[in-house]
């Protein structure tokens, strides 16, 4: 910018008017620092399931160098810090712009040309699946991933792979509430948008940090609020939200559908049940009532840890509002019992009848921002496009018609993420591929997952950066970021959005189609992969979507870039979309029923003893995003949020910052205390964006839920005690011959606990 | 009378730092944010609140009174603008003079910047950085009446007293409205959180 004086321009404003917009003309020119040609090129957030709009600055020689806030119906302008940042990732010096490979994990990485990483990798997959089998290879997708792209994964696993083994990181995310979506409603998606939300009478947000985790969305609780709602947040930490809460339930983490169960026994004692509703657009709900008569709210507030009013409260205050909504995340999802926890939240709404109507419903807030369109098309173990069922016969054949397949060629379902590192570790699985992932941090249990991808005899992945995983494998290939190619994703309202391409990837970075596209005709697959980028597969996507209850035919790009997003089912090129699930209280079952399900309250997987007396439990800081791959490289997060810290309550003893070794059965790391009133005493918290020895998930129990196989991230048997040292945070893997990025760098060693939205702690007082 | 300007609410903030991010990117000041996060009950709770400049009015910008070098000039139009790089001698009397901690010296260009409102925005009917992208509206640039309107009941402050010295100022706090939340069946009594009573449902702390 330039700095030259600039003598004000007295007909900007008359004097006194303070009127700092309508300054009625320009001011002179110089005030707008910046004088170079840009364009502005409309897309969306990369990072959560907000998927808030922004423009992209574009400059004159073609590369995104800003942001500029976009008037975008789902966020009005509104960023958080991740998404103001997100463009640092474009053109940032840590960028892999060139294959690297290496025979084997001995050896150093060099560079290779796309021809020879391509060769050895296609190699390599003929040369397991013809030694060991089929299965012996498998497939890791992510949910950052356009749709296109995570409908190529499944597709590219199952005709060119022709492996059962094709899983992806929503497995960590979302599918508990998919889990108990699909048993109660036959769909899976939340059922209101967001802008139901500002019309409740009563706001239930269980097991979200919508501050730090969805920060856009915070703008409709807000407004909820200010419109007299009653807020009721279930949470053992005082997040940002619950501070402001009507009712801030602090429970034990693992206790959630106890808690719910006893919430439903008051509402039933009290008779604030929908009656006429129940009757008509339900089943199960005689075996419901009968089971949560054992749940009074005494019990609770044993099992919780809370006190029994609040159980009584929350009945009352959720039973008698006319409007009441129900939110969860992964609170209350990251369980050996994630499902059942959701199947409890919506047993409540289903009986208050709050369903379907603006104000009244049920929604899950997807972390990742393809968390809803990453699991609908087929990426998933036991899942193909559309939602179909890879177990259904009938399924089968409609998607082998549309692959040009025979239905006996498409393989069985496959295992899920957790267990096909179980796999690894077995000499199952011993060749992988991996696209838009890091398992090293985002993944429980991390001694397991080193040693099961150490096993590998092959391992190659996709990214554009180099994650710790790839930093583990034997072949990397670079590929776009979501600024350089176009693509669909479907945001947690389950409104599908386009994001656009902003600039030409760097020479020598190539899309994640092309590269699976490559890899499939090179294993003679070539004629069912003839893609020439996202529109191309979206179509098949569409056409492959018709039908079902995930129909996405009547979604054309065009429509996408004239509306801003359209919510599925949208069967049909004039349909409008279907922002509102459930109206007339009729779901995607055949009876069009609600089918509640009966759920006992069932303990934690790590028992408790006196070694580990307390409960750890993980989750999010608003400046990382998931396994900090992309976030804990760019400068301004880095300065906001440097290191992980681990949050404990003031009665332990602990000063502020010092050195606290956190210890579970799975190990242990000393990390600086933050210490604050704002969580349980007999809790701790560690957020889980940095990579071992720093890595939450080297504490946490890769224990699984039996339905969804989601990992219990949230509570596993802790001790803290007092320790020297804390210890320091690896710099993030750059590729041979480069420095790590100095901005990115910043306080890694500062001993202190960052400044976070929990506040720095305190050493003083209390 | 207000004119358009920019209200803080403290309520809202969730201490994302979205605007300080979102300053970081002003043109006039790129890659510095301008803006502080301050915690005012560290490790009770998580109350978070973001400090811009105030642009104070009455008396007028004390860190301008003080600049010896006269290098922070104030427009037409009452905003404060960040020191005048071709006069700023880096002496800091502008942070000391401040009473609300805003301005910030880079030692290194002996050079003081601060919020100047963007105005390299809101000159071209463009809302500053900060207040367009947070989130939860703890920023909300507009009138005093576009706020009402979106949040009943609210009123607002612009009076600030330090000792005997009563700031008058062009950027205003948000003061919440009553709040009467009636439970159904009658108020229950207070509710002990994480050790502290809490106030819930129209119940008095």
Known sequence: MSHEHVPLDPSVAPLGTRNFRDAGGLPAAAWRADQTEQTLVPTHCCFCGVQCGMYLRV????????????????NRMRLCPKGINAYQQVNHPDRLTVPLMRRSRDEPFREASWEEALDFTVAEIQRIQGAQGRDAFGMLGGASLFSEKTYLVGKFARVALKTRHVDYNGRLCMVSAAGANKLAFGIDRAGNPFSDILQTQCLLIAGSNVGECFPVMTQYVWGARDRGATLIVVDPRETAVARTADIHVALKSGTDSA????????????????????AEHTTGWEEVKATVKAYPPARAAEICGIPAEQVVQVARVFGTADRAMAWHARGIEHHTQGVENCLTVINLCTATGNLGRPGAGYGTITGQGNGQGGREHGQKSDLLPGGRSINDPAHRRQVAAIWGIEESELPQAGTSMMEMVWQMQRGEIRGLIGVCNNPFVSLPNYAVVKDGYDQLEFHAQLDFFLSETAANAHVVLPVTTWAEDEGVMANAEARVVKHNKAQEPPPGVRTDTWVMCEIARRLGQGGKFAFEGSRDVFDELRRASAGTVIDYYGITYERLEETGGIAWPCPSLDHPGTPRLFEGGKTSHPDQKVHMQVVEWHPPADPYSDEYPMTLTTGRTVAHFLSGNQTRRLGGLVEQTPRPWVEVHPSHGFRNGEPVRVVTRRGSEVLPALVTEAIRPDHVFVPYHWPYPVAANALTIDALDPRSKIPEYKVCAVRIEPAREIDPVPAPPVPPGREAYPEAQVSRTDPLPPTSPQGRGTAERG | MLGRTIFIDPGRCIGCQACVS?????????GKSMIHLDYPDEGHTVAS?????????????????????????ITADGVVQEADPTRCIGCANCVNACPFGVPKIDLEAKLQMKCNLCYDRTSYGLAPMCATVCPTGALFYGTVEELQAERPGVDVS????????????GVAMVVPGERQTPVPGGTLNLIEVNGRPTPGNGARA
């Open chain 1, 259 to 278: 808690f719910f169960n006893a919430v439903l026994h008051v509402i039933v004692e009290e008779g604030l049940t929908d009656e006429a509703f129940l």
């Open chain 1, 59 to 74: 400059d004159g020689r073609g590369k995104v160098f800003g942001v500029e806030p976009r008037n975008h119906d789902i």
């Open chain 2, 49 to 73: 609140l973001p400090t811009v400049c105030m642009h104070c009015e009455d008396p007028v910008a004390p860190c301008a009174e003080v600049c010896p070098a006269e290098a922070i000039l």
């Open chain 2, 158 to 169: 612009t009076l600030f007293a330090f000792g005997d010295t009563v700031v008058s100022t």
């Open chain 2, 22 to 30: 979102a300053c970081r990117e002003c043109d006039s000041h790129r």
